[in-house]
């Protein structure tokens, strides 16, 4: 996304990426950036909180509008929780999660190769 956002700038449309990736986005030197330090996939808020997601969207449209400098960065006031206790177990792998997470995959590539048509 972050690849798109600096094409259409090159071409003269502003953009803004909202995204949890700091250190990717920031590297890919995108014009503006609006931060939400949530886990990935989820920028703009929780699932079902549109009160959250209209506030995240209003803020980058804010960015994208007021922005002065290049590459500029701004970070939403928001938390996911305020212990922030779900970056600990965030994409953990454990023994007990790996044995689970490998049978999952196995199924996934089962339905896959069932759903492929055949040549």
């Not at 986005?25 to 503006?32: D, L, T």
């Not at 950036?33 to 949530?38: K, T, V």
């Not at 920028?43 to 960015?63: H, K, S, T």
């Amino acid at each position: 996304m972050s690849l798109v956002a600096r094409h259409l700038e090159a071409n003269g449309i502003a953009t803004i990426v909202i995204g949890s990736a700091r250190d990717i986005v920031e590297e890919c030197g995108v014009a503006r950036f609006l931060f939400s330090d949530f886990p990935l996939g989820n920028p703009c808020g929780r699932p079902y909180e549109p009160d959250m997601q209209r506030e995240i969207v209003g803020y980058a449209l804010d960015v994208l509008s007021n922005a002065t400098l290049p590459r500029t960065t701004v970070q939403t006031p928001f938390v996911w929780s305020e212990d922030d206790s779900w970056k600990q177990g965030y994409a953990r792998v454990d023994a007990e999660s790996a044995e689970k997470l490998r049978k999952a995959g196995e199924a996934r590539r089962a339905r896959q190769a069932k759903a492929r048509p055949t040549d």
